[in-house]
Structure formats: C-alpha cells, structure tokens
C-alpha cells in the first residue's frame, strides 16, 4: 500500500491502464503538457507520448465527438472535460450518440468511453465552474455514472471504469484531489453499481455523495458522543444505483437522510427516497430528510458560497429530526 493523494490515484489508474492496453488514449484541454488542471494526468505525455494523449481545442463537442466515433471504431478513450458545467456543450454527442449507440445497433456496438469531469464548489469558482450535475446523467439510458469519494475508490473505479464496454461519466469533487490514503500500488478493480458502508451504525441512514461522504462521516463520529449511531452509505456509483444495500440499511436503522451537493430540486436524492419509499415504506419510523443545496446557481461570495453547500450544522439537524431529538444540542 501507498499513500497516494485522490489526484495521484487517478493518475495511477490512467497510468497502469494505459500499460496495460495500448488502445487505450486520453485526450482533453490542457491534459499534455500541463497534466491537467488538477494535476491527474501529469506525466502521461511524456510516458505515453502525443500518439496517446493530446491536448485538444477548447471545444468539448469535439472532445467528446471524437471519442465516441473512436470508441465505436475500437480504441477506449479516456476523456477529461475540465469542468462539468461545460458538457452542454457536447450533451447531443454523450446522450444521444454514445448513449443509445449500443441499443440502436441492437447489442452489436461497443462505447467504452470514459468521460472524466471535476464537479463541486468550494473554491470560489461561481456559477458556471462549480456545478454537482450527475442526476443529468443518472436521467440518461445507456449512462454509468461514477462518483468515487477516497483515494482507493477513485483508483479502483476509474480502472474499472476503462475496463467497461459503455460509456461511464466519472464525476470528481473539486475539494477532494488533495484529499490522501491508503491505495494498493498494483492494479485493482472495484465493481460499478456497488456500494460501500463506510461506517456501520444502528439509529439512522446516512446516503451521501462525493465530499458529502467525509462531511457525513465527520458527523456521524460527532454524533456517537450524542448516543446517536449514524450508519453511512456511499453508493459510490449512481447509475447503476446499489438499491439493496441501502434498502438493507435502511431496514436495519428505519430512517434516512439523504446529503448530496446538488440542489436539492429533482436530484440524486429525489431518486433513492422514492426508490426508498416504494420499497421499504413499511420500515420507515420517519419521513426522509435530504440535505442538499438550495435551488440556486453557486454564488461565489465565499460568504454565500457556504452556505450554499450544505455542512455538519445541516447534516447533524436533520439526524436528530429524524431520530426524534432536534433540540439536543
């Protein structure tokens, strides 16, 4: 094992992925010879030369275009589009090309493209560079998308992520690339539609996404000393969506708050309460509450910015509503 911060594990997938399987190529703005934004494909070029990864125009309907038609001709391109907020841009290509190719072709076509994206606030980025989009995704047939929380996930999914045979959308947080921990040297994969308990507890379900997943375990370590055990699930990929284990969980506590960075209108969350609700009304000792961020665009005043994204104040509140104590302090 090795200490490896979230950025470092991507570039580790990449990096062994593309040892592995010379069809493999990475493209995207500034992926080359700056390494990325965040620094995940740092290092690549030179390794890997220009004949697999290239710096492209700032033209994201180009990047993703061309993946899809490569894709479906036979290479497995990993595509890196700086900032989610620009895939509209290029949605005709990801949701009505690489999407339906295989259906439209009646099981024949390949798309194993990855389409990496950073996502989230927190860094003062405004409205236009600081989105949580991933229930666009969810909403689209034919989609898997991936929202890794650690270090070991990140690697572990992206690498199965390249491995698959359909398009994957692989969502990272922002605050989370510098964030570091334990991840095996060697190549490992960890299945797409399987979620992970990342802390075991009795009172209450805790369903959160990405940088929520760490805030909602700083709770749940702060709400043990309020005799409240907070048992929290990440889903780690939202599509396919691992409804077992959380009805499972949920069957076991009888409640559920739901966090997640999007707004909170028709996100994520909406999603897995009505999946909860249909399947598991039976076990519920109290409605489910979802924290998220109100239905506005992210403000960058950092004062507004905060409180935008929801936090352990918000998180916490809605845990005692839910396990019958909101007033404890």
Excluded at 193 to 218: C, H
């Amino acid at each position: 094992m090795a200490n490896m911060s979230f950025a470092q594990a991507l570039n580790d997938a990449h990096k062994l992925e593309m040892e592995r399987d010379p069809n493999i190529y990475v493209a995207g703005e500034d992926v080359g010879v700056y390494g990325g934004i965040f620094g995940v494909t740092a290092g690549l070029l030179d390794q890997f030369t220009d004949k697999r990864v290239r710096d492209t125009p700032i033209t994201e309907s180009a990047i993703v275009g061309t993946a899809v038609g490569a894709a479906a001709a036979g290479l497995r391109p990993v595509i890196e589009l700086m900032f989610v907020d620009f895939i509209g841009v290029a949605f005709d290509q990801l949701y009505n090309q690489a999407a339906k190719m295989k259906y439209m072709f009646g099981g024949k076509a390949k798309l194993p493209l990855v389409m990496r994206a950073c996502c989230g606030a927190g860094i003062g980025a405004a409205a236009q560079h600081s989105q949580c989009l991933e229930a666009w995704f969810m909403h689209v047939p034919g989609l898997k998308v991936v929202m890794p929380s650690t270090p070991y996930d990140a690697k572990g999914l992206l690498i199965s992520s390249i491995r698959d045979d359909n398009p994957v959308v692989f969502l990272e947080h922002k605050l989370l690339y510098g964030m570091e921990g334990e991840v095996p040297e060697e190549a490992y994969t960890i299945p797409l539609g399987q979620a992970d308990i990342k802390r075991e507890g009795q009172d209450v379900t805790v369903v959160a996404t990405a940088q929520m997943v760490n805030l909602s375990l700083s709770v749940a370590e702060k709400l043990s000393g309020d005799g409240i055990s907070a048992e929290v699930v990440d889903p780690r990929t939202l599509s396919p969506l691992d409804e077992e284990t959380i009805l499972e969980s949920v069957r076991k506590t009888h409640r559920l708050v739901i966090v997640h960075e999007e707004v909170k209108f028709a996100g994520s969350g909406a999603e897995i309460a009505a999946m909860v609700a249909e399947k598991a009304f039976d076990y519920l000792d109290a409605p489910i509450i979802r924290v998220a961020a109100p239905f506005t665009p992210v403000p960058f005043s950092p004062t507004l910015e905060a409180e935008f994204i929801p936090n352990e104040d918000k998180i916490i509140q809605a845990v005692k509503t839910v396990t019958g104590n909101p007033n404890v302090a």
